[in-house]
T-cell receptor, first 114, second 113 residues
């Protein structure tokens, strides 16, 4: 069974640009969550989508947005990139959307902002 | 103060030792408790998942949850060099909170030969 797939794995952008990251969940999983991981703050919740609807949103500025498609694939977008957005962005999928399900993470997209 | 506190380590132990990792938390609404292992430059891998208080064992790993003390632990028996990684505790309230996990900062573990 294929795991969570994230693309691209690595990318470099400059300040002011925007970036789109993609996540394909495990087959059959309808919940997709996004997290930002930095050395200073650890893993922080960005948002969660379930059946194409955003269910929860973390404490991040509006520059961070996402969406989920009918096949459960998800994308997140960061506009007007800042140096502080450099991080590992992780996607996780779950069979259940109730919080009772286990989350399975992809290997992440490592974003460097110059 | 963070909702979930975890000693960052690093923790260094000899091969074969019993390792104890733990987290404390402040939000009494947390009901689901997880431990993830993360190798360098990889995504977190789910190790243990427990609901409410109690113990759960899986091979060399034992997870304990004490909701009255707001304290969770992960024990690794007969530790191996391949266990060297960062261990993250995570928690969720479930239901209305959906799959939003709150993580500890992670404990870096090194098991030496």
């Amino acid at each position: 069974k294929a795991g969570v797939t994230q693309t691209p794995r690595y990318l470099i952008k400059t300040r002011g640009q925007q970036v789109t990251l993609s996540c394909s969940p495990i087959s059959g999983h309808r919940s997709v969550s996004w997290y930002q991981q930095t050395p200073g703050q650890g893993l922080q919740f960005l948002f969660e989508y379930f059946s194409e609807t955003q269910r929860n949103k973390g404490n991040f500025p509006g520059r961070f947005s996402g969406r989920q498609f009918s096949n459960s694939r998800s994308e997140m977008n960061v506009s007007t990139l800042e140096l502080g957005d450099s991080a590992l962005y992780l996607c996780a999928s779950s069979l259940k959307g109730s919080g009772a399900g286990e989350l399975f993470f992809g290997e992440g997209s490592r974003l460097t902002v110059l | 103060q963070k909702e979930v506190e975890q000693d960052p380590g690093p923790l260094s132990v000899p091969e074969g030792a019993i390792v104890s990792l733990n987290c404390t938390y402040s939000n009494s609404a947390f009901q689901y408790f997880m431990w993830y292992r993360q190798y360098s430059r990889k995504g977190p891998e789910l190790l243990m998942y427990t609901y409410s208080s109690g113990n759960k064992e899986d091979g060399r790993f034992t997870a304990q949850v004490d909701k009255s003390s707001k304290y969770i632990s992960l024990f690794i028996r007969d530790s191996q060099p391949s266990d060297s990684a960062t261990y993250l505790c995570a928690m969720s309230t479930g239901t209305g909170g959906g799959n939003k996990l709150t993580f500890g900062t992670g404990t870096q573990l090194k098991v030496e030969l």
